[in-house]
């Protein structure tokens, strides 16, 4: 969810026809509730995703702009499989999100982009298939890779204050019974000139006892950043599953905005070949013991890199031990120590809320006494 539309001067790829894709001939339209559709707005060559819709900037009669997610329905009638399936995924997966993310903003979730408004707006030129489904959200200015780049360099202060709201996010998705399952740099995005950030892009979101579009898929979010055990095929779906699935994710974000790469890719790539996903083909216990000793190579260099970075050795040391315990290859030593100890849940976030907030506040007080 970026802000902007395409400027004058960039050309613009020709529109598919409007008999059959009218959801990409939105421009310039009125939309009920007073919405007007400014503008298309170009898809990042580096994001994944948005393959059956159409992104526009929208405006209110306030003068409010935001963001709409058009639904191309021509992209479900088109492709492998049985057309009817394909049909009833696609409307199935439109009701899911926005039902949750209509509940997400019943439940003032501050850090998760909010639903303004949703509806259909008819394209009469298009012919039998003329109304087009659509969500508006809150407009964000990019996501938090697109931000670090112009910033140009690390900026320790904004690394923890972007976890701690990550980390507030998931936090608050959890207790309303639902895991995102797809958390990376792209999908949180970023708002006030980067200084807030909301979580985005719940698509893949699973809701505890209710049947979504991923709720059946061995790895429900981006197959570049998943857990191992989803990796290696030992994921078996139930909610505590999930929850693990996000505090690695999360954990893998830090890793990310320090090193730049995710937790995923590190660990794969210290791997011997014949132990890496897609080659192992035993138990995923089995190759439990490679994936950790190649996780504690990764999280030497992760310390090594953080210390370069940060000024601040209590910081780098705290933060380090955090992002081992998240992202900790095997799931049932995944955690908060005091959480394990305690035999609750393993996969409560709160802790690490509170520590981000604090690491993120200890890091602001320095850089403003010059530090």
Sequence with gaps: MMSGAKSMETPRD??????????????????????????????????????FSFAYRVRNKSGVDAFLKALDFHAALTGPGD???????FASAYRFERELMTECTARRMSRVIQLLDYGEVTVPEAGVISRVPYLIFELADGDIRQFQARLGRFD???????????????EQLHLAHTTHQDLKPSNVLTQDEGNEMKLGDLGRADRRGV???????PIPGSVTYAPPEQLYGAFGQTWEERRAGDVYLLGSLAVQLVVGHNMSALVQGALPKPFR???????????????IAAHADVMTKFRTRAADLINLP??????????SDMTFPDPLRRGHPRDRAAKTSSYDVRRYVSLFNRLATAAEYRLRKGQ
């Design 156 to 170: 320790t202060a904004w690394m923890l204050r972007t976890m701690k709201h990550a980390a507030t996010g998931i």
């Design 211 to 217: 049947d979504g579009p991923s709720s059946e898929f």
């Design 314 to 323: 209590e910081v780098v040391e705290e933060l380090s031990a955090a992002i």
């Design 277 to 291: 996903a897609g080659t192992w083909s035993g138990e995923f216990a089995a190759a439990l013991p490679y994936l």
């Design 14 to 51: 020709p529109l598919p026809p409007i008999d059959q894709v009218p959801a990409a001939h939105l421009e310039g339209r009125e939309l009920p509730n007073g919405w007007t559709v400014l503008g298309q707005v170009p898809k990042d060559a580096t994001a994944t995703g948005g393959n």
């Design 83 to 89: 057309i009817l399936d394909r049909i009833e995924g």
